[in-house]
């Protein structure tokens, strides 16, 4: 027996839309994290701190599906967060009290300028979603009016 298709309603994008909510504001936290670190030279654990990268999955939403040809509505979660693991900066200052044996402090691997497009583009696509759930909303209104 096969199970039928149902085509994806006003809720199915709604979900779709939150969900890309809720992983650019996840998103934005960790760059929030990264520049407020941007130069904390000593971790609990004695290292510099290491810039953080999102991870994004997607996920199939239950019960939605479109045409075979366009695949089935997905949603997007942050997954975890990784520690991107190469080097920091090298930086000579002597008299700075993390400095090693030959007088280089290493600073985190965070390049601000990098972190603050990482920020503008997360918060483009933001507010991308909310534009899509008020098109969505506006939609649905649209729709029950045709039926009074």
């Known amino acids: 027996m096969t199970r039928p298709v149902h085509a994806p309603g006003v809720f199915s994008a709604m979900e779709v839309a939150a969900s890309g909510l809720s992983a650019q504001r996840g998103r934005m936290n960790v760059i929030a994290s990264n520049l407020a670190n941007a130069r904390t030279t000593k971790t609990e654990d004695g290292t510099p701190y290491k810039r953080l990268d999102p991870v994004f999955q997607a996920t199939k939403v239950n019960g939605a599906s479109f045409d075979p040809v366009l695949r089935s509505v997905t949603k997007v979660e942050l997954k975890e967060v990784r520690a991107d693991q190469t080097q920091g900066q090298m930086v000579y200052e002597p008299g700075h009290p993390d400095a090693n044996a030959q007088g280089y402090v ?12 990482n920020l503008m583009t997360a918060s483009r696509a933001y507010e991308a979603g909310v534009t899509s759930i008020e098109s969505v909303k506006g939609m649905a209104k649209a729709a029950l009016k045709i039926g009074q």
Do not use: F, I
């Not at 290493?106 to 497009?117: K, R, S």
């Open 106 to 117: 290493e600073y985190p691997n965070v390049n601000v300028v990098t972190e603050m497009v």
